[in-house]
């Protein structure tokens, strides 16, 4: 069966690399591996690092050794989007490249140091990203390209482990999630084009967290206890509790697991957030030397824990082979875990996330760093109805002249039809409930309201 996919993805243009990769996984399948890791446990002390050992001992002059790489692959589709996410407006006029080209250009300019940016595009968000950056030429004056295409695996039927056919070629393939990167920076050239440029730390993080910010601490301290990996995590709270944790095997070593890759029998201690403390904020930081050992010493191959992610594409049931990046810090000995504040973890993955970042409750400073308001020690939680507000289009147009003042708020509920009109402030705890469709302006709100 192999066969058919090795040769539909020669007929695509994949590289060998990329090939031998899927055949790695595709064989594991077959075998009835499912991707489960169990019998895991919490990590130890010496295996974390606290965000306060780092302070005051940043240096900028690891700058011009820092290379920063953006995921930049999703559409949005889960908030309504049909284009590259990073593209939609975020704080004011400025969307997610806004901010990230900006944040760059500001360290090249008040630094010196020629910071490389790249982003790991998709075949849907290349073009776009590409097209909309051009308004800043001096992004373009670095040594290394601005982006570069995530690659793509065949899907697999359910029955028989067979391609998947179907009519929109598209559909035959799926994003073999972003534990590809590593496959693609070696097999495009760009591991060893940044290493031969002087390149020794990546800082890889999701284009859509905006807490995601250079800090050149981080490349110090891994410098100077030689460490080849580092994956910043956050406390889990009641709201992580379904993501993937921190933990470790039997061997002491690191892992990433996700609740795709737990046995069911272990879901309740999955979600058990005393026990299993922290999750991944999927900011990574990476030694490109260390990288490139593996590689050689691997045979040229970054295998990552499996997740067969199951799917049901056109009725056919279907499997996607994916990675998760963050699993890589199983692969390096002496990895480390960074406990950082919650302030580097500001992720837009749903309208709800949205809204609170387009409301006075954050603001960019002059870093173009998005930051809590000032005197503020913790983001307003916001709940929104999603049969009203869960696309952009359907938030937008309840929020078209303007949004509410969060700054003071700790809680913003809403369940209903609600639009809102200029000067509205939330205090504490709001909860607005509404049976017909309402629209609240130029009101203090508090507590619980009924319409």
Not at 356 to 375: H, M, P, T, V
Request: charged content about 20%; hydrophobic content about 40%; glycine content about 6%.
């Amino acid at each position: 069966m192999l066969n058919l996919f090795v040769k539909a993805m020669k007929a695509e243009g994949l590289s060998q690399m990329v090939i031998r990769t899927f055949s790695a996984y595709y064989e594991a399948l077959v075998k009835g591996e499912s991707g489960k890791i169990s019998g895991v446990q919490a990590p130890g002390a010496e295996q974390l690092i606290g965000y306060e050992q780092l302070m005051g001992k940043e240096r900028n002059d690891l700058l011009k050794s820092i290379a920063v790489i953006k995921l930049n692959g999703g559409l949005g589709t889960s908030m309504g989007l049909s284009q590259a996410k990073s593209l939609l407006p975020v704080k004011g006029n400025m969307n997610f490249l806004d901010i990230i080209t900006r944040q760059i250009l500001t360290l090249r300019s008040a630094l010196g140091y020629p910071v490389q940016l790249m982003f790991m595009n998709s075949f849907a968000t290349e073009e776009d990203t590409i097209k909309y950056l051009a308004k800043y030429p001096d992004l373009f004056k670095q040594d290394l390209p601005l982006s570069f295409v995530q690659n793509k695996f065949p899907r697999i039927t359910q029955d028989g482990f067979l391609p998947f056919e179907h009519p929109d070629k598209q559909q035959r393939w799926n994003p073999p999630g972003h534990g590809d990167i590593f496959t693609a920076l070696s097999e495009k050239g760009i591991l060893d084009g940044l290493i031969a440029t002087g390149y020794r730390y990546a800082f890889v993080s999701n284009a859509d967290n905006l807490g995601a910010s250079v800090d050149t601490a981080i490349a110090a301290y891994m410098e100077e206890h030689n460490i080849p990996f580092v994956m910043e995590v956050c406390k889990r709270t009641e709201m992580d509790k379904k993501g993937g944790h921190l933990a470790v095997d039997s061997s002491d070593q690191l892992l990433l697991r996700e609740i795709a890759q737990c046995p069911p029998s272990e879901l309740d201690d999955f979600q058990n957030i005393d026990k299993f403390s922290y999750f991944n904020t999927n900011n990574l930081w990476i030694d490109l030397k260390a990288l490139e050992w593996h590689l050689i010493t691997n045979d040229n191959l970054m295998l990552l824990p499996l997740i067969v992610n199951p799917k049901t594409v056109d009725g056919t049931p279907v499997f996607q082979l994916e990675t998760a990046m963050g699993a890589a810090i199983s692969s390096f000995t002496g990895a480390k875990a960074l406990v950082v504040p919650r302030e580097r973890f500001a992720p837009v993955k749903k309208t709800t996330d949205l809204l609170a970042i387009w409301s006075d409750a954050y603001e960019l400073n002059d870093q173009y760093q998005i930051q809590l308001k000032r005197g503020l020690s913790s983001a307003p939680l916001v709940e929104l109805d999603a049969t009203y507000y869960d696309t952009i289009d359907k938030l937008s147009s309840r929020f078209k002249d303007g949004v509410p003042s969060l700054m003071a708020c700790k809680e913003l509920r809403i369940k209903g039809d609600v639009s809102f009109g200029a000067d509205v402030i939330c205090d504490g705890r709001v909860s607005i409930t509404a049976e017909t469709p309402t629209r609240i302006t130029n009101r203090l709100l508090a507590g619980e309201l009924r319409y």
